[in-house]
């Protein structure tokens, strides 16, 4: 079992749609990350978070420490969101663990 | 942008060759990783270091070594390229002390063939 799961995989919305990305660990962590990879660029942090709530844009991520579950939501939704979205955990000995990523396509 | 090269960016090469790839950083960051990027796996930690000559392996490190014998430079070789080792090479940075580095910056990757 990963230490980092994603869901759902893939996700393909209309643009305008509130959408969700949900991340689970299994591990003791010191924060969470979310990232943006779109097709064929680089990785770029979104949050970092060790608890409750931070808000960027149209971007809102949350993180549950008790339920070691954090999400991420995009609200009104557009086709320039389209890209592959990361978690990543800092587990207690220093390493960085990376969920498989969700890749979500807004149709127009 | 945070201030972190990868070079190369492109790299084709023989099996059995060795290779190395170089990550540079300009943040003065503590922490350094090199993880590949392959479809189906996500990003897999090769190696890391927490310091100037201080590194542990990661999830899939066998065929591969580092150095940083500097802060700002850690080094990734593949001793004998295999064509396994064909995939999106990425180095990152952090730094967990409160007053900086609130997320973890990526080099632009690197892109290696083992033919």
């Known amino acids: 079992k990963n230490e980092v799961e994603q869901s759902p995989q893939n996700l393909t919305a209309q643009e305008g749609e509130f959408i969700t990305i949900n991340c689970s660990y299994s591990v003791g962590i010191s924060a969470l990350h979310w990232l943006q990879q779109h097709p064929g660029g680089g990785i770029v942090s979104l949050f970092m978070l060790s608890s409750g709530k931070k808000k960027h844009g149209r971007l809102i991520a949350t993180i549950n420490i008790q339920e070691k579950h954090s999400s991420l939501h995009i609200t009104a939704s557009h086709p320039r969101d389209s890209a592959v979205y990361i978690c990543?955990?800092?587990?207690?000995?220093?390493?960085?663990?990376f969920g498989k990523g969700t890749r979500l396509h807004i149709l127009p | 942008d945070a201030g972190i090269t990868q070079s190369p960016r492109h790299k084709v090469t023989e099996t059995g060759t060795p290779v190395t790839l170089r990550c540079h950083q300009t943040?003065?960051?503590?922490?350094m990783y090199w993880y590949r990027q392959d479809p189906g796996h996500g990003l897999r930690l090769i190696h890391y270091?927490?310091?100037?000559?201080?590194?542990d392996k990661g999830e899939v490190s066998d065929g591969y070594s580092v150095s940083r014998s500097k802060t700002e430079d850690f080094l990734l070789t593949l001793e004998s390229a295999t064509s396994s080792q064909t995939s999106v090479y990425f180095c990152a940075i952090s730094d967990w002390r409160t007053d900086r580095g609130e997320k973890l910056f990526f080099g632009s990757g690197t892109q290696l063939s083992v033919l």
């Open positions: 990543a955990v800092n587990s207690w000995d220093d390493k960085i663990i």
């Open positions: 943040e003065n960051h503590r922490y």
């Open positions: 270091s927490y310091g100037v000559k201080d590194t």
